[in-house]
Antibody
Framework: EVQLVETGGGLIQLGGSLRLSCATS????????MNWVRQAPGKGLEWVSV???????YYADSVKGRFTISRDNSKNTLYLQMNSLRAEDTAVYYC???????????WGQGTLVTVAS | DIQMTQSPSTLSASVGDRVTITCRAS??????LAWYQQKPGKAPKSLIY???NLESGVPSRISGSGSGTEFTLTISSLQPDDFATYYC?????????FGQGTKLEIK
């Protein structure tokens, strides 16, 4: 069974840094495409970043240069390093796994990041 | 970037009704479209991929259709478990983008 468990969220000051983790089981993180998707309170879904099997990475323009996606194959874990946090980064962050044909098939339960001034 | 527009934003319906949600892409995305259901406080759940393919375990009263720029999600006979928010998402190219959501409410 595929499982995705995010941790690392919390309250952080404006301009601060935070690292989110996504522990996975039921599959090998290095053999699939992994994403981060976020959802601001009461708002819709916003794709944030993806890391391919071969290590290719893409980011949304809204986080480019501030966020870094990575993975630890030995721990089967995905990460999102978030720097220079802004109020508009406040959201629930979901770790998400692509299905065989590249849609987002599996989602974690999410972790809330609140950026406060 | 590809913009996704859903309509309506809110839909009021009754158990047993047939409902349709529309999703339009700002440019052709072939059939690279997925639909998700989200309930309050929960993660989204994948319902349909490649415009019309039902995820395993999703009831057959839910269906999807379309290609190019126009897509629809149809629920043939609403059940109490179907009242939720629905999102479409294009995965034709990065950045992936979602529609703004359609909240399906009980009339």
């Amino acid at each position: 069974e595929v499982q995705l468990v995010e941790t690392g969220g919390g309250l952080i000051q404006l301009g601060g840094s935070l690292r989110l983790s996504c522990a996975t089981s039921g599959f090998t993180v290095s053999n699939t495409y992994m994403n981060w998707v976020r959802q601001a309170p009461g708002k819709g879904l916003e794709w944030v970043s993806v890391i391919y099997r071969d290590g290719t990475i893409y980011y949304a323009d809204s986080v480019k240069g501030r966020f870094t996606i990575s993975r630890d194959n030995s721990k089967n874990t995905l990460y999102l390093q978030m720097n220079s946090l802004r109020a508009e980064d406040t959201a629930v962050y979901y770790c998400a796994r692509d299905g065989p044909e590249r849609w987002i098939q599996n989602w974690g339960q999410g972790t809330l990041v609140t950026v406060a001034s | 970037d590809i913009q996704m527009t859903q309509s309506p934003s809110t839909l009021s319906a009754s158990v047993g009704d047939r409902v349709t949600i529309t999703c339009r892409a700002s440019q052709s995305i072939s059939s690279w479209l997925a639909w998700y259901q989200q309930k309050p406080g929960k993660a989204p759940k994948s319902l349909i991929y490649k415009a019309s393919n039902l995820e395993s375990g999703v009831p057959s009263r839910i269906s999807g259709s379309g290609s190019g720029t126009e897509f629809t999600l149809t629920i043939s006979s609403l059940q109490p478990d179907d009242f939720a928010t629905y999102y479409c998402q294009q995965y034709n190219s990065y950045p992936y983008s979602f529609g703004q959501g359609t909240k399906l409410e009980i009339k």
